[in-house]
């Protein structure tokens, strides 16, 4: 047996491989698999200590899954400094709209956006 953790809970699990475990959580292959930060669907040999998580296609994970996500993704101290930053971006049109997409995909605590233009 060996201690990983799963969707942000310390299990204990006899697999060897991350194939293994993840057909035994889940049964839709469309689900996104995703081992220690990265998304794959490759069978990987499991070690004492990875953080794997299973994320239902088309549902939102958990707020505490999807933040310890974020923290795999970025390391914690980074992810902390995000989730407090705040920004403002000014101006939407073809550079301020990629821009705001990416900053919010980051995991930016605040976002503000701003455009003069109105829709009708």
Avoid: Y
Avoid at 6 to 12: D, L
Avoid at 62 to 82: I, N, S, W
């Amino acid at each position: 047996m060996m201690r990983i953790k799963f969707n942000g809970e310390v299990i204990e699990t006899h697999f060897k491989t991350s194939g293994e475990f993840f057909k035994s959580v889940s049964q839709n292959e469309s689900d996104v698999w995703i081992i220690n930060g990265f998304a794959t669907k490759d069978e990987v040999d499991l070690d004492e200590g990875d953080e794997l998580f299973c994320i239902a296609k088309n549902t939102l994970p958990p707020p505490e899954a999807l933040d310890a996500m974020m923290r795999a993704r970025h390391t914690p101290k980074l992810h902390d400094k995000l989730k407090a930053a705040k920004v403002a971006v000014c101006g939407l049109g073809g550079l301020g709209s990629h821009i705001a997409i990416m900053l919010a995909r980051s995991g930016l605590g605040g976002l503000k956006l701003i455009d003069f233009d109105v829709v009708e």
